[in-house]
């Protein structure tokens, strides 16, 4: 009967290693994509770029991150203020026994200063 507790106690231990392994990476490139995020639309508030180059430096970085992304999941605006970039996406996780897909949106807006 002990035997039987540590195989329980060591199937969960390795159930739940493989589960982080799994869903932690999406979670933190995420993060890395919402900071690139930020740096992009820092670098455009002070320059003369257009919509829809904007727009592609967004689905360039997330190539870049492993992120496949669409041109309609990528909303950028520009207002008085300054620029809006709103990003939506799905990461699908193949699990053993359920597969997950995790949705995620990163934004970013910058303000010109002196506005």
Known sequence: MEKLKILIIVLVFAGGIYYVWNIVPPYFHNYEF????????????????SEDDLKQA??????AMDIPLKEDQVAVTKGNLGWTISVHYRVHVDMLVHPVDLDFQASSHNKVLGS
């Open 34 to 49: 919402q900071d690139g995020l930020d740096d992009i639309v820092r670098r455009a508030t002070y320059t003369n770029i």
């Open 58 to 63: 967004v689905i360039n970085k997330g190539k």
